[in-house]
C-alpha cells in the first residue's frame, strides 16, 4: 500500500464509486407468504425434548424425537395441500 502526503493508505481503485444494486419492483399483491402454522412450534418442542432428554434419561429423547417428527410430517403436509397461487 502506498501512501500519499500522510498516514491515509491509498489503495488501487479508490477513486471509483461503486452504485448500489437496483431493487426489482414488486406489485403489491405478487408475493405470498403462507398462513401460520403451529407444526414450527411442534417441530421446535420436540427438537427441545429430544435434547433435553440426552442430559436426563432415554425416554424422554424418544419421545422428544416422536414429537419433532409429527411435527415435520405435517409442516410438510400442510405446506403441501395449500392451494398455490399464481
Known amino acids: 500500500m502506498q501512501t500519499e502526503g500522510g498516514s491515509h493508505p491509498v489503495t488501487a481503485g479508490a477513486e471509483r464509486q461503486t452504485e448500489p444494486a437496483p431493487v426489482a419492483e414488486h406489485s403489491a399483491g405478487s408475493e405470498h407468504l403462507p398462513p401460520p402454522s403451529i407444526w414450527p412450534l411442534v417441530t421446535a418442542a420436540g427438537i427441545a425434548m429430544g435434547g ?3 442430559v ?7 419421545l422428544g424425537l416422536l414429537i419433532m417428527v409429527i411435527g415435520i410430517v405435517n409442516w410438510i403436509q400442510e405446506l403441501r395441500h395449500e392451494p398455490q397461487h399464481h
Open 52 to 54: 433435553m432428554g440426552l
Open 56 to 62: 436426563t434419561v432415554g425416554p424422554v429423547s424418544f
